[in-house]
């Protein structure tokens, strides 16, 4: 079975997906932006969505995190200056694009979920990779899903 992570630039955005299958030609789903996340995703809901997307599963949003610590070269967003314009409200800089992580980042003033990959589902419905991984692991990582890489787009 092949497990991929793709990293795919759309419009100023990237996007990221998970391919799981036997496969090697996969279909591409849309991503969408909203970030609602539906609790009762089901394994059912998830074997189905990795199946109408021929092992492919997309990432709702890049999982951008924010840090205090450092500024950016304006690569992955407008970083590289703290501004009203540029800062969240704890004043920190989106400096960081993780790829399909099922790690929530460490800050000293943390903010729930940042750094989370959330999936998009059938039906419109959203779910975070830590949450589907506990549902579906064998499913979505195989064997990898101990030595899943925590990869970053700084």
């Not at 969240?88 to 800089?93: P, W």
């Not at 989370?116 to 959203?126: A, K, M, V």
């Amino acid at each position: 079975m092949y497990y991929y992570c793709l990293f795919i630039p759309v419009l100023q955005e990237f996007f990221c997906i998970l391919l799981v299958g036997f496969k090697k030609e996969f279909l591409l789903l849309s991503a969408r932006s909203n970030r609602m996340e539906v609790p009762s995703v089901s394994k059912q809901l998830i074997d189905a969505t990795i199946e109408r997307g021929k092992g492919v599963v997309m990432a709702q949003t890049a999982a951008v995190v924010y840090r205090g610590t450092y500024a950016g070269r304006n690569i992955i967003a407008k970083n590289s200056k703290r501004s009203p314009e540029t800062t969240d409200e704890r004043g920190y800089l989106p400096v960081e694009w993780w790829i399909m992580s099922k790690t929530e980042a460490l800050n000293p003033v943390s903010k729930k979920g940042e750094g989370l990959t959330n999936l998009q589902l059938l039906g419109g419905q959203h779910i975070a990779f830590d949450k589907a991984l506990k549902i579906a692991e064998e499913k979505l990582l195989g064997s990898y899903a101990d030595r899943w890489p925590l990869t970053k787009v700084m």
